[in-house]
């Protein structure tokens, strides 16, 4: 392994590239497997001068690919399954990201600003409909649905979530496959609730919750199943609340939730069965 990181490492260097050349590679190899034929060496003996015969080849292959990187400026380097860049200069390969950032926004889904406005006159929850339907009824306060749900840091480090993918916790008995909530009683933060509202059956929403709609809002709800999403809620707490040696911090949360079903509260269902018949 060490000596394949050595030679990857050289071959991002021009310079030394070109003292890995084909002759050379061709007599080294050819040296060592001499040395391997001979009948006095051991087996262990054997495999390691096998590894370094691998570790050779490979570098022969970065040294190409490296020699053809910097050949061909604003390129990709010569992988199979990897295309080259169309641009050729600075504005024009902003011009190729930014095109290609819009199409990457449009594929994930619009993003959407709910709750009380901030300063900037905006809902201060942030989500992003990822996948949006129009099966069955929308969720409305009082309705009850069936979530799974994943909660990580701003930075993508995962918490916890239901189903649990914490090895082991997942296969218990009594694990719970979806969480059951009642729109407006707090089962989650109310920053989420803000989301879900009007949500639909097989929508997928990924929300940033601010701190002071998050968990302290539902009674440190909903709580994970297993001992190391435990951990990371605590680490999470003491990460707003201060050690003793440094102040809290105002850190934001997300979740990715997945509407499974929405049932309806009585009232809800009664209300929509008088507007159908006055319709």
Same mark, same amino acid.
């Given at each position: 392994k060490s000596s394949v990181a050595a030679c990857g490492r050289a071959a991002a260097n021009l310079d @030394?590239? !070109?003292?890995?050349?084909?002759? /050379?590679?061709?007599?080294?190899?050819?040296? #060592?497997?001499?040395?391997?034929?001979?009948?006095?060496?051991?087996?262990?003996g054997r495999n390691i001068v096998?590894?370094?015969c691998a570790a050779i080849a490979f570098c022969n292959q970065c040294s190409a690919c490296a020699v053809a990187y910097r050949s061909e400026p604003f390129s990709a380097a010569a992988f199979p399954g990897r295309t080259k860049a169309k641009c050729?200069?600075?504005?024009?390969?902003?011009? %190729?990201? %930014?095109? !290609?950032t819009a199409e990457a926004e449009a594929r994930a889904g619009p993003v959407r600003n709910v709750g009380p406005s901030g300063a900037n006159g905006l809902g201060r929850v942030r989500y992003r409909a990822m996948k949006e339907t129009a099966e069955g009824p929308s969720l409305r306060q009082g309705d009850a649905a069936d979530i799974r749900f994943d909660? *990580?840091?701003?930075? +993508? =480090? /995962?918490?916890? +979530? @239901? $189903?649990?993918?914490? $090895? +082991? @916790?997942?296969?218990? *008995? &009594?694990?719970? =496959?979806? /969480?059951?909530i009642i #729109? &407006?009683? !707090?089962? @989650? $933060?109310?920053?989420?609730?803000? *989301?879900?509202?009007g949500a639909h059956k097989g929508d997928f929403r990924r929300i940033e919750v601010p701190p002071d709609l998050g968990f302290q809002t539902s009674e440190w709800r909903p709580a994970p199943q297993g001992f190391s999403g435990k951990q990371r809620l605590e680490r999470y707490k003491k990460l707003l609340t201060g050690n003793g040696l440094q102040p809290g911090y105002?850190?934001?949360i997300l979740f990715q939730v997945e509407v499974v079903r929405v049932r309806p509260a009585p009232t809800t269902m009664l209300h929509a069965r008088k *507007? =159908?018949?006055l319709s």
């Open positions: @030394v590239v !070109r003292i890995f050349q084909m002759r /050379y590679m061709s007599f080294i190899i050819s040296f #060592l497997y001499r040395i391997v034929s001979c009948k006095h060496m051991n087996g262990f096998l590894q370094h050729r200069d600075i504005e024009s390969c902003q011009e %190729e990201g %930014e095109r !290609r909660v *990580a840091s701003t930075g +993508g =480090d /995962y918490m916890f +979530g @239901v $189903p649990s993918r914490e $090895p +082991g @916790v997942s296969s218990a *008995a &009594g694990v719970l =496959d979806t /969480y059951r #729109l &407006g009683a !707090r089962d @989650v $933060p109310l920053g989420v609730e803000f *989301a879900l509202e105002s850190a934001s *507007a =159908d018949v």
